[in-house]
């Protein structure tokens, strides 16, 4: 298996555009997380979701940012408007069942400008 | 609430020297317990994990952690720091039946030769 996979790995936007990133999880894991590292507050779990259902979004900023998991293989994580504080690096990672071993992407770098 | 703490933000090593970074959580049960490691520019690569059993694990690239349950600790160790070790490393939880991993706020490493 390939890992985690996520697109972009770079991008560049400009404050109020529509961001989307993207993930494709591990093939047979059952959760995926999204997570958003920043220097300040370090890594913290955005919303995870369960057999492509969302189970806790607690951690989602607000509500420009939303999560979908249409199928077991894709999910995306999109921000509009974006603004310069959301600037970070969002990892997806995956789980074959909930509290065992999480397997991280590499990570999309968010820059917004 | 659960939290996980390492009171080491950086810490420098001579190569060949010895390390410990340190671990603290806060749980109302065990937990599993993971360390992982992050190259720049890359994702979360995981060390090693602890569910149950012996309370020293072995991980990859030579680490190794003790848990010990009196002092809600999980450290993380090696005897001989390489060059290649200079990263940033991060401790995680995840409650005993919950779907979630909780980070540290890391620990950066540097190497010097």
């Known amino acids: 298996d390939a890992g985690v996979i996520q697109s972009p790995r770079h991008e560049v936007t400009e404050m109020g555009q529509e961001v989307t990133l993207r993930c494709k999880p591990i093939?047979?894991?059952?959760?995926l997380f999204w997570y958003r590292q920043t220097m300040m507050r370090g890594l913290e779990l955005l919303i995870y979701?369960?057999?492509?259902?969302?189970?806790?979004d607690s951690g989602m900023p607000e509500d420009r940012f939303s999560a979908k998991m249409p199928n077991a293989s894709f999910s995306t994580l999109k921000i509009q408007p974006s603004e310069p504080r959301d600037s970070a690096v969002y990892f997806c990672?995956?789980?074959?069942?909930?509290?065992?071993?999480?397997?991280f992407g590499q990570g999309t770098r968010l820059t917004v400008v | 609430a659960q939290s996980v703490t390492q009171p080491d933000i950086h810490i420098t090593v001579s190569e060949g020297a010895s390390l410990e970074l340190r671990c603290n959580y806060s749980?109302?049960?065990?937990?599993?317990l993971f360390w992982y490691v992050q190259s720049p520019g890359q994702g979360l690569q995981l060390l090693l994990k602890?569910?149950?059993?012996?309370?020293l694990v072995q991980g990859i690239k030579g680490f190794e952690a003790e848990f010990k349950r009196s002092q809600s600790s999980f450290n993380l160790r090696k005897p001989s720091v390489h060059w290649s070790d200079a990263a940033e490393y991060f401790c995680?939880?995840?409650?005993?039946?919950?779907?979630?991993?909780?980070f540290g706020t890391g620990t950066s490493l540097t190497v010097i030769p």
């Open positions: 990672a995956s789980s074959p069942t909930g509290g065992t071993e999480a397997f």
């Open positions: 093939s047979g894991h059952d959760y």
């Open positions: 979701f369960n057999n492509n259902v969302p189970i806790d």
């Open positions: 749980y109302g049960a065990t937990p599993y």
């Open positions: 602890y569910f149950s059993g012996d309370t």
């Open positions: 995680a939880v995840a409650p005993y039946t919950g779907n979630q991993f909780y």
